[in-house]
Nanobody, 126 residues
Framework: QVRLVESGGGLVQAGGSLRLSCAASGFPFNIYSMGWFRQAPGKVREFVAAISWTGPSTYYTDTVKGRFTISRDNVKNTVYLQMTSLKPEDTAVYYC???????????????????WGQGTQVTVSS
């Protein structure tokens, strides 16, 4: 069955960095675009970044552009989110997700994804 397992979250001071990983299994990873979303307490889940199944095409929400980088390793079946210059407003549970349909580009709406990991907590202190 499809499994997505995030890791790498933690507590970091403002201005610091973290790298999140999402290990995927149970499906042909190299033909699915992947996304990262986050959800802060009391807020709806929001799009953070996505990467196409071919790799080169990436998408970011405006608030993380220039600070976060999404990448993938199709040999290790893993998608990463490198986060730098972290701010307190980045505090949230971060989820990776798999696009609903194979061989389609990354998407920003949660309904375009049908498998989700359990999430990893990122807390940025001021």
């Amino acid at each position: 069955q499809v499994r997505l397992v995030e890791s790498g979250g933690g507590l970091v001071q403002a201005g610091g960095s973290l790298r999140l990983s999402c290990a995927a299994s149970g499906f042909p990873f190299n033909i699915y675009s992947m996304g990262w979303f986050r959800q802060a307490p009391g807020k709806v889940r929001e799009f953070v970044a996505a990467i196409s199944w071919t790799g080169p095409s990436t998408y970011y929400t405006d608030t993380v552009k220039g600070r976060f980088t999404i990448s993938r390793d199709n040999v290790k079946n893993t998608v990463y989110l490198q986060m730098t210059s972290l701010k307190p407003e980045d505090t949230a549970v971060y989820y990776c997700a798999r696009r609903r349909t194979s061989q389609t580009l990354g998407a920003v709406q949660p309904y375009e994804y049908n498998y989700w990991g359990q999430g990893t907590q990122v807390t940025v202190s001021s």
